[in-house]
Nanobody, 125 residues
Framework: QVRLEETGGGSVQAGGSLRLSCAAS???????MGWFRQAPVKSREGVAV???????SYADSVKGRFTISQDNAKNTLYLQMNSLKPEDTSMYYC????????????????????WGQGTQVTVSS
């Protein structure tokens, strides 16, 4: 059974930084892992994803500020978030997919079958 557990959320002032972690267990190999977010009354959106070969993809809104990385030895996914803005306030979710996904779908939530419970990030101005 796939299990994804996010940690590292919290409250920070605009311009600050946070690092999210996602501990993964229960699957032998993944094709994609990623971070998504969902604010109240908004749809879930892709933030950053990483392919098993290390290729990454980012939403335009976070390029240059967020960095996704992985530690395969620890089965952990990270999201380093710098220069945070109030509009980054959301529940952040970790997701994983074990089957191939077309690249144009990498940032689409519908492409992922396994999800964590989320961690809240709040950025105040």
């Amino acid at each position: 059974q796939v299990r994804l557990e996010e940690t590292g959320g919290g409250s920070v002032q605009a311009g600050g930084s946070l690092r999210l972690s996602c501990a993964a267990s229960g699957f032998r190999q993944y094709y994609l892992m990623g971070w998504f977010r969902q604010a109240p009354v908004k749809s879930r959106e892709g933030v950053a994803v990483i392919h098993s070969d290390g290729t990454t993809s980012y939403a335009d809104s976070v390029k240059g500020r967020f960095t996704i990385s992985q530690d395969n030895a620890k089965n952990t996914l990270y999201l380093q978030m710098n220069s945070l803005k109030p509009e980054d306030t959301s529940m952040y979710y970790c997701a994983a997919e074990s089957w191939p996904v077309e690249k144009w779908r990498w940032l689409l939530p519908s492409a992922y079958n396994s999800w964590g419970q989320g961690t809240q990030v709040t950025v105040s101005s």
